[in-house]
């Protein structure tokens, strides 16, 4: 309606009709009025909250910051391993290359000679140095043996390692993925580096046949690590994102106290892990609270790290009834969960008895800060999976198992910025998929990697 018409020409019908049209018009505004006024006073809450840190919420410690360093006031006197105090120095090594024995000949005061008796220990310590590491070059010549019977060719057997192909051996495969998957170094330093290090000429496109070449191997291992994990009875799961291509997707991590799996998609929905775990249904699942790691075992640990963080910060947001309770309730599950492996199943029914008990009492506060109020709702909801680690003590309080295997990831991404292609994302989840398992049995990256593309398997017998 752009102008009002002459109301002295419209009839009762008309007039109520008009206020109808009128009102409606009035109803639609003052209800986005209403909508935006609760939104900015959430906002001004929210600005007025504490700061997101790495304390107080999933900030990554990258992100923090810390504080100035207060400058110690300078000691006095002599410092540790000057000539007031003998440091402690390198250990010895135990069996060195080389031993250079140096014994005096003469007496340096009177000139006087002296004899083997005469000598004694006065010190010993190593010197350590690298060799000049070059490439050691195997020339092949295969001759082939032509028969004067049947006119046939015969080739001469070759040695294992030595067949046709790719010149660089196993152990220069190895050393390539290693550099590139655990120290994220790019295509052109590693081939500045094999050359300037190891005399080894090498470039981007022998690099990246190389890696292609070494692609089946560890298929070949993560689908071992794979059945694996379909057969475990806990599984801890996490998740990441990861530039592929130029578009966000997600790393995710399913793992335990004898296996890693990475995989790389382009979804965060339930449907990874469900293709991941192929209708296995673990006992027990430890992970935070996102919806898409819910529900896929018979019980359930929530990862309580997430919960003492999420209690800090509505304590620094204000919150004096609720959070502060329930963050001491948690640090008391930390302690138990230390001597979980050491008491008797008795005495952990006990404990967890005695908790939700305490947990009971602090249910039955009544916060009124915003976020203490939130906290309250949430463990209403969720207070059944909080102590399970006492009911089951191969299983840990928190997910810092999962983060700490997503760590590598997140700083190959900050530093190479994400994969070009998709084999590449792939090439990588299987390398942190083969490391992170052979860590669990003292193997260290690059053996890893070398027993992969030998066709050893990082697994033990079982």
Not at 16 to 22: N, P, T, V, W, Y
Not at 55 to 60: E, M
Not at 276 to 302: C, E, F, K, T
């Amino acid at each position: 309606m752009i102008e009002l018409p002459n109301l002295s020409t419209l009839s009762h019908d008309e007039k109520d009709a008009l206020i109808r049209a009128l009102w409606a018009q009035v109803q639609a505004p003052t209800a986005q009025v209403q909508t935006l006024t609760a939104r900015v006073a959430e906002l001004e809450a929210r600005l007025g909250g504490p700061p997101k840190t790495p304390d107080n919420s999933s900030v990554p410690p990258s992100q923090g910051k810390k504080a100035n360093r207060v400058e110690k006031p300078k000691r006095e006197g002599p410092r540790k391993g000057s000539l007031g105090r003998k440091g402690g120095g390198r250990a010895l090594a135990a069996n060195p290359d080389e031993t250079v024995i140096a014994r005096p000949i003469c007496c340096a005061h009177c000139q006087a000679a002296l004899h083997e008796g005469d000598h004694r220990l006065a010190a010993r310590y190593d010197k350590i140095d690298l060799p000049k590491v070059k490439p050691v070059v195997t020339r092949v010549e295969q001759y082939a043996g032509y028969c004067q019977e049947c006119g046939g060719a015969t080739l001469a057997p070759l040695p294992e390692g030595l067949e046709p192909g790719s010149p660089f051996s196993l152990n220069i495969m190895a050393l390539a993925i290693y550099l590139r998957f655990t120290h994220a170094i790019s295509y052109r330093r590693l081939s500045r580096l094999m050359a300037e290090l190891f005399d080894l000429a090498i470039s981007e496109g022998a690099l990246d046949a190389a890696f292609r070449r070494a692609m089946p191997c560890f298929d070949a291992e993560v689908g071992a690590i794979l059945a694996r994990l379909r057969r475990a009875r806990v599984v801890c799961s996490d998740e990441t994102s990861v530039r592929v291509g130029g578009k966000t997707c997600w790393n995710w991590v399913f793992q335990n106290t004898e296996v890693v799996i990475h995989v790389i998609r382009n979804s965060r929905g339930a449907g990874v892990v469900g293709e991941v775990m192929n209708g296995h249904r673990p006992a027990i699942w430890v992970s935070d609270l996102y919806s898409a790691q819910q529900g896929h075992a018979a019980d359930w640990q929530i990862c309580l790290a997430h919960q003492l963080r999420d209690c800090q910060f509505a304590i620094e947001a204000g919150d004096a009834i609720f959070a502060v309770r329930m963050k001491a309730l948690l640090l008391r599950a930390f302690v138990l969960a230390r001597r979980r492996r050491h008491l008797a199943a008795s005495t952990r029914r006990q404990y967890r008895q005695r908790m939700e008990r305490e947990l009971d009492a602090v249910m039955a506060l009544a916060p009124t800060q915003r976020d203490g109020v939130r906290l309250r709702k949430r463990y209403g909801k969720l207070r059944a999976h909080l102590f399970t680690f006492l009911d089951h003590p191969e299983v840990a309080p928190d997910n810092n198992s999962s983060e700490r295997e997503l760590r590598p990831t997140a700083t190959y991404r900050k530093v190479t910025g994400g994969f070009r292609s998709d084999w590449g994302k792939d090439l990588f989840a299987g390398f942190r998929s083969v490391v992170g398992t052979a860590a669990r049995r003292g193997i260290d990256a690059y053996q890893a990697v070398r027993l992969t593309l030998s066709g050893q398997s990082v697994l033990a017998p079982g």
